[in-house]
């Protein structure tokens, strides 16, 4: 169905390709913005665990092609072009998810990680299809020895392997429900992979077509957020528990024993971490056993994901979309003139007053409670700015480290943002110096500071810092009240 609404206002899949919302939630795909990516990926967990006999047959695909990479590597010897060509994947940007810092282009797998995965390979997966412990093979064991293979790595790696499936997938709905005029035939390369040839072949697809590229669609059962299941942080965390996994008691004595051995009296975090990486590194069938953990509690990954899935679709869709159908009421909002600093002011101050004065400050919550993620906000932030004739760049680094936003007009005219909470550690530490050091650091000739409170004591928190730092009068620190309990319609949040 074609919206004919010509004061709706476009960010969204549903929204460019003239479809309800209602029909991509039911077909159950995510329904992406197409102005910046949204923090969610594939989590490869979720395609071996699941109920659906295609999903773990895409993960048993994804273990071939490791299992075929693995022969190669222990074989040694090959050809750099090769190696490029078997392990270096671009990111798969169509899906406008993932870890972009602007638009939707991220950095995929480089030659570092090809370098890399090459080299190890053959040690990390020796037993690839004949585990003794755990139930299945894992991509993710691979971050689980290396502190530089990361979730946007295994993310990379999995959407690249899949890929021919959201082909699929994104094409069946298209020809369902898109117009001929917002498709295109495009050929798509390494969309699977052929073992005789051992080489990746390409393939036409009929998909929707969005300045200039295609678009796809990705199930919302394939996703999470944050992190994988399987993953580094609740290896290292609870890696106490792991032994008592282990069936062996001599063994099981043996890792509590040189564990413990590691660590002094009195151990700071970075003490622990070490000890356990040693540990790690001594007996590597630790790995295992983790893994074989985190199989047996398979279905919590289900619930925690689809639970993660919800709140994003709430936030990064449901609200936002309420969020700029506020700001739009707001006359002149997305027709702003003037220079940087002029349309930043004013867009913060629109904003302010859409928070504080009508409802806006429900975009921030979630069941009730307040996101008091950076990273969500700054996101949000973001979109708010689509209709913008000036460039708006996320987290750009001028030499001195990344700053939240820079708005620019060409060389000459350019204005620093930064977004941040009231219950920042940092706050302090941030607001003496950072915009100061950004601003000598590049050519910005002004810096807003943009701070967002959830609580009367977290506005008490960073006026008495301001008043410390005798910044209490400073036009450009601006303070955004998003409580609840302060507003007439506190019980809709």
């Given at each position: 169905?074609?919206?004919?609404?010509?004061?709706?206002?476009?960010?969204?899949?549903?929204?460019?390709?003239?479809?309800?919302?209602?029909?991509v939630?039911?077909?159950?795909?995510?329904?992406?913005?197409?102005?910046?990516?949204?923090?969610?990926?594939i989590?490869?967990?979720?395609?071996?665990?699941?109920?659906?006999?295609?999903?773990?047959?895409?993960?048993?695909?994804?273990?071939?092609?490791?299992?075929?990479?693995?022969?190669?590597?222990?074989?040694?010897?090959?050809?750099?072009?090769?190696?490029q060509?078997?392990?270096?994947?671009?990111e798969?940007?169509?899906?406008?998810?993932?870890?972009a810092?602007?638009?939707?282009?991220?950095?995929g797998?480089?030659?570092?990680?090809?370098?890399?995965?090459?080299?190890?390979?053959?040690?990390?997966f020796?037993?690839?299809?004949?585990?003794?412990v755990?139930?299945?093979?894992?991509l993710?064991k691979?971050?689980l020895?290396?502190?530089?293979?990361?979730?946007?790595?295994?993310?990379d790696?999995?959407?690249?392997?899949?890929?021919?499936?959201?082909?699929?997938?994104?094409?069946?709905?298209?020809?369902?429900?898109?117009?001929?005029?917002?498709?295109?035939?495009?050929?798509?390369?390494?969309?699977?992979?052929?073992?005789?040839?051992?080489?990746?072949?390409s393939?036409?697809?009929?998909l929707?077509?969005?300045?200039?590229?295609?678009?796809l669609l990705?199930?919302?059962?394939?996703?999470?957020?944050e992190?994988?299941?399987?993953?580094?942080?609740?290896?290292?965390?609870g890696?106490?528990?792991?032994?008592y996994a282990?069936a062996n008691?001599?063994?099981?004595?043996?890792?509590?024993?040189y564990?413990?051995?590691?660590?002094?009296?009195?151990?700071?975090?970075?003490?622990?971490?070490?000890?356990?990486?040693?540990?790690?590194?001594e007996?590597?069938?630790?790995?295992d056993y983790?893994?074989?953990?985190?199989?047996?509690?398979?279905?919590?990954a289900?619930?925690?994901?689809?639970?993660?899935v919800?709140?994003?679709?709430?936030l990064?869709?449901?609200?936002?979309?309420?969020?700029?159908q506020?700001?739009s009421?707001?006359?002149?909002?997305y027709?702003?003139?003037?220079?940087?600093?002029d349309?930043?002011?004013?867009?913060?101050?629109?904003?302010?007053?859409?928070?504080?004065?009508?409802?806006?400050y429900?975009?921030?919550?979630?069941?009730?409670?307040?996101?008091?993620?950076?990273?969500?906000?700054?996101?949000?932030?973001?979109?708010?700015?689509?209709?913008?004739?000036?460039?708006?760049?996320?987290e750009?680094?001028?030499?001195?480290?990344?700053?939240?936003?820079?708005?620019?007009?060409?060389?000459?005219?350019s204005?620093?943002v930064e977004f941040?909470?009231?219950n920042?550690?940092?706050?302090?530490?941030?607001?003496?110096?950072q915009v100061?050091?950004?601003?000598?650091?590049?050519?910005?000739?002004?810096?807003?500071?943009?701070i967002?409170?959830?609580?009367?004591?977290?506005?008490?928190?960073?006026?008495?810092?301001?008043?410390?730092l005798?910044?209490?009068?400073e036009?450009?620190?601006?303070?955004?009240?998003?409580?609840?309990?302060?507003?007439p319609?506190?019980?809709?949040?």
């Amino acid at each position: 169905m074609r919206n004919s609404n010509p004061r709706h206002i476009k960010t969204h899949f549903s929204d460019y390709f003239g479809v309800l919302p209602e029909t991509v939630e039911n077909y159950g795909a995510f329904n992406i913005s197409l102005l910046n990516d949204l923090p969610l990926f594939i989590d490869p967990f979720l395609l071996f665990n699941s109920t659906k006999r295609e999903y773990r047959d895409l993960h048993g695909r994804m273990i071939r092609y490791l299992e075929f990479l693995r022969d190669k590597s222990a074989q040694g010897g090959v050809e750099r072009g090769l190696v490029q060509a078997w392990y270096r994947f671009p990111e798969v940007k169509q899906n406008w998810l993932g870890f972009a810092r602007k638009s939707n282009r991220g950095s995929g797998l480089g030659s570092d990680f090809a370098k890399a995965l090459h080299e190890n390979l053959h040690r990390v997966f020796t037993n690839f299809g004949s585990e003794q412990v755990t139930k299945g093979s894992h991509l993710e064991k691979l971050c689980l020895f290396s502190d530089g293979v990361g979730k946007d790595h295994i993310s990379d790696f999995t959407t690249n392997l899949i890929q021919e499936c959201l082909l699929d997938y994104t094409q069946a709905f298209a020809k369902e429900h898109i117009h001929p005029t917002l498709r295109r035939r495009v050929t798509v390369r390494r969309v699977r992979f052929n073992y005789v040839t051992e080489t990746w072949e390409s393939q036409a697809y009929d998909l929707p077509w969005f300045e200039g590229d295609y678009v796809l669609l990705t199930p919302k059962d394939m996703l999470t957020k944050e992190d994988t299941w399987i993953n580094r942080s609740d290896l290292i965390d609870g890696f106490e528990e792991i032994p008592y996994a282990i069936a062996n008691d001599e063994l099981r004595a043996q890792i509590n024993n040189y564990f413990k051995k590691l660590l002094p009296e009195k151990f700071t975090a970075k003490e622990r971490r070490e000890a356990v990486r040693r540990t790690i590194r001594e007996y590597p069938e630790l790995i295992d056993y983790f893994i074989k953990f985190k199989e047996d509690h398979g279905s919590e990954a289900q619930d925690i994901s689809a639970l993660k899935v919800f709140q994003s679709d709430l936030l990064y869709v449901k609200q936002l979309k309420e969020l700029l159908q506020l700001l739009s009421q707001d006359t002149g909002f997305y027709d702003l003139l003037g220079d940087t600093y002029d349309e930043a002011w004013a867009r913060v101050m629109f904003l302010k007053d859409v928070i504080e004065n009508k409802d806006g400050y429900r975009i921030f919550y979630v069941k009730g409670e307040p996101v008091q993620r950076e990273a969500d906000l700054q996101i949000l932030f973001r979109l708010t700015w689509f209709a913008s004739y000036s460039d708006v760049n996320r987290e750009v680094n001028n030499g001195r480290g990344p700053v939240d936003f820079k708005i620019s007009k060409g060389s000459r005219d350019s204005t620093l943002v930064e977004f941040k909470l009231a219950n920042n550690s940092h706050l302090k530490a941030n607001l003496e110096k950072q915009v100061e050091i950004y601003q000598k650091a590049s050519d910005a000739k002004h810096a807003i500071k943009v701070i967002l409170y959830f609580s009367q004591e977290q506005k008490e928190r960073v006026l008495k810092i301001l008043e410390e730092l005798k910044l209490s009068e400073e036009k450009n620190i601006v303070l955004i009240d998003a409580r609840s309990d302060n507003k007439p319609s506190a019980s809709k949040a």
